[in-house]
């Protein structure tokens, strides 16, 4: 059984950066692309990154020069940096994990993280 966990989030302040990380346990294996979406109020979700397990990485346009994937392959884990923050930043954030790059830009990966609450203000 795989799990995804993630840590990081809550009530931010605009301008500041943010963190969100997310590990993998069970039996996920090293080559599994991983990813992050959100969530806004009354939005959909929407994709922000994905990063494959040779470091190959794909961004939505709209958080390009403020939003870094990166993972730590050792430690089965994912990260999400925002930096600045805006208060349009304000959702849930899921990180997911698949069998390839795109099939996790798609929002097709097999597993999916908890889902982590982001508020910023203003």
């Known amino acids: 059984q795989v799990q995804l966990v993630q840590s990081g989030g809550g009530l931010v302040q605009a301008g500041g950066s943010l963190r969100l990380s997310c590990t993998a346990s069970g039996r996920i294996f090293g080559n599994y692309a991983m990813g992050w979406f959100r969530q806004a109020p009354g939005a959909e979700r929407a994709f922000l990154a994905s990063?494959?397990?040779?470091?190959?990485?794909r961004y939505a346009d709209s958080v390009k020069g403020r939003f870094t994937i990166s993972r730590n392959a050792a430690k089965n884990t994912v990260y999400l940096e925002i930096d600045p923050l805006k208060p349009e930043d304000t959702a849930v954030y899921y990180c997911t994990a698949g069998q390839s790059l795109v099939v996790v830009t798609a929002g097709r990966g097999d597993y999916w993280g908890q889902g982590a609450h982001v508020t910023v203000s203003s």
């Open positions: 990063i494959s397990w040779i470091v190959v990485t």
